[in-house]
Structures are given as structure tokens and as C-alpha cells.
């Protein structure tokens, strides 16, 4: 049983490449280990059949720039805003549900990383569970798709010399720029345990990684994590000649419940048994003219929109005016 937990992780993150790839040509495994598509720093465009729209996503596509559209902007989720940047729109569409959605939903010097109201089907393939099996423990962990939030929950035990139990994502494809944010805001719901927030700036599976470690108490707790707070560790042990966080190049995220803290010293809160975390979202915040909300057109034609005014919105009357 703990040797197919083992086989699943190895192969659900690619940690042997070689392994990989004879996986998918005898199909051994199960789970997907398709790499989700999760870029950064997205454009988001509101539908329109107008020529100033059709020459806008003509200008994108030149200039190589992420993009998505909306295909119906009346059944705009809050999923469509993930790690949305700048949103463009055009005037001839009805965008109350847009801005409505944005009102409630965003904050400015703020993006949406993960929104875990709706998980899409990339978000479902990009968390996986990493267990203290990969040394010979017996923890087990799982990440549970809710209907408001993910629940990272499990059986935590120092049998075999373990004790830890942890939800990880695959590397992104690209490695996220958030260098322009001051950190990481996790809005989660813990059961009074001491957990950590990990990432790391280096597509290694067991290479250096940048810790935080944040209490619960039973509540909703919003955890502000400043990238200048993270401590540079390898298996447990800080590496105090290690560089900085690189913010510049984020290619992953963890969360993890551990028995040890840093270089020796035990989690005060950690004792054998079950456990749950609920994330309802990860954002990062601290940004300038973030999310930029471009209104298209003459300026005269959005006099009267019910947007609040602490969002940034700029004017342009065409895609080569646009400041991305």
C-alpha cells in the first residue's frame, strides 16, 4: 500500500521524468499527470463582434501576450479572474455583471491567484498530496474539493521516523513574475495547529525551498505572507547563505503540516492524529495598479458605470494606446 502511495507521488509530479514517460506509454497510472497551463499575469477580454475589439485581439496576439475572453459575460465566475492582471472592455457590452463581480470580489494592489469557491479542472489537476511515505512514514494526506473552499486534511503520525503530511502543487508550466507584489495572502480556516507555506524559485523537486510558518486558531484567519519573511530551508534546516526569496520566479506552493519546525526544533502544536485545513483562497497583494481595468472607446461612453473608484481604469481608444 505505502509502495503505490510512493509510485503515485513520484509520478504525479514528474519527479523522474524517465519514469514518466514509460508511465504514460504502458498507462500505470490512475492520475492525471498532464502539467496544468497556469500562466501569470493575464489579459482578460469581455466578448464583442465590434472592429475595435476583432483589432484588439489582433494587437495581443502580435505582441504575444496572455490572453482569455469570455464567452458569456452574464455567467462570469470568480474562477475567470485568476491571476488577472488587466481587464479590457469594450462599451457595447452590458458589463454591470463584470464590474459587479470586481466590486465584490477583488481588491486593488491585489491578484486573485486561487480561487477555490469553483475549482476549475486545472486547479483540481495541479494540487497533489506529498506524505512523509517518500521517507518511509506512514502519513497520509489528501486535498478535497469543496463547494466554498479545498480541504487539506489527513492522518498525521512520527511512526517510522515520519511526520509530516503536505499538499503541493506541480511546477507551473511558466514560473509566476510576482515580483512586482509584496507577498502572499492565504484566507484559510485551520483546527488550531501551526502549519507552513512553502514555495520555491527553482524547478527542483528536493532543492532549497522558502518557509513560513503560520498558526490557526479554529477561525477564518487571513494569513499575510511579505516575501522579504521567508526563511531559506533544505529538509527542515535553514541555509542562512542563501539568496533572498526570487519572486521574480515562484514555480510552486505548498502547504504542509510538520512535526519539526527549523534545525531541530519541534512544532508546538504538532500531535499524532487527524487534521484540516481549509483554503478558500491565495492571493498576492502589495502590487501598484493592480488589476488595471482599461475601458475601450471614447471616455464619454463610461460616464455612468458602477465601478468603485479605488480601482485603476484607464482609457483607450485603441489597442496601441494600451499600457500593459
Wanted: aromatic share 12%; net charge negative.
Amino acid at each position: 500500500m505505502e509502495i503505490k502511495r510512493l509510485w503515485e507521488t513520484i509520478n504525479y509530479f514528474e519527479i523522474f521524468p524517465w519514469l514518466n514517460c514509460l508511465t504514460n506509454i504502458f498507462n500505470l497510472s490512475e492520475k492525471s499527470n498532464t502539467k496544468p497551463n497556469v500562466p501569470m499575469n493575464l489579459i482578460l477580454i469581455t466578448p464583442s463582434q465590434s472592429n475595435l475589439a476583432q483589432h484588439t485581439i489582433n494587437y495581443l496576439r502580435e505582441k504575444n501576450l496572455n490572453f482569455t475572453t469570455i464567452n458569456n459575460i452574464e455567467k462570469i465566475e470568480i474562477s475567470d479572474l485568476e491571476r488577472v492582471t488587466n481587464i479590457i472592455c469594450f462599451s457595447e457590452n452590458n458589463n454591470q455583471s463584470l464590474f459587479d463581480l470586481i466590486n465584490n470580489n477583488l481588491k486593488p494592489e491585489e491578484t486573485l491567484l486561487f480561487d477555490f469557491h469553483n475549482p476549475t479542472p486545472e486547479i483540481k489537476n495541479l494540487w497533489g498530496a506529498v506524505d512523509d511515505v517518500v521517507m518511509g512514514g506512514v502519513s497520509q494526506s489528501s486535498v478535497k474539493m469543496g463547494d466554498r473552499n479545498i480541504l487539506f486534511t489527513g492522518m498525521v503520525s512520527t511512526a517510522n521516523n515520519g511526520g509530516f503530511a503536505s499538499v503541493r502543487t506541480k511546477n507551473f508550466s511558466q514560473p509566476w513574475d510576482l515580483s512586482n507584489y509584496q507577498g502572499i495572502r492565504l484566507k484559510v480556516r485551520g483546527d488550531g495547529k501551526r502549519y507552513k507555506f512553502i514555495t520555491r524559485c527553482e524547478g527542483k523537486w528536493d532543492g532549497l525551498s522558502y518557509c513560513y510558518s503560520f498558526d490557526t486558531d479554529g477561525n477564518d484567519n487571513i494569513i499575510e505572507i511579505k516575501f522579504d519573511d521567508l526563511i531559506p530551508v533544505f529538509r527542515a534546516k535553514t541555509v542562512p547563505e542563501a539568496d533572498k526569496f526570487d519572486s521574480k520566479q515562484m514555480y510552486s506552493m505548498q502547504l504542509m503540516l510538520s512535526k519539526f519546525e527549523y534545525d531541530g526544533g519541534y512544532n508546538p502544536t504538532f500531535e499524532d492524529g487527524n487534521f484540516a485545513l481549509e483554503i478558500e483562497s491565495i492571493t498576492a497583494y502589495g502590487a501598484e495598479n493592480v488589476p488595471q481595468i482599461i475601458l475601450m472607446g471614447n471616455s464619454n461612453e463610461w460616464e455612468n458605470i458602477n465601478l468603485h473608484s479605488s480601482f485603476l481604469r484607464t482609457y483607450a481608444e485603441m489597442p496601441e494606446d494600451l499600457n500593459l
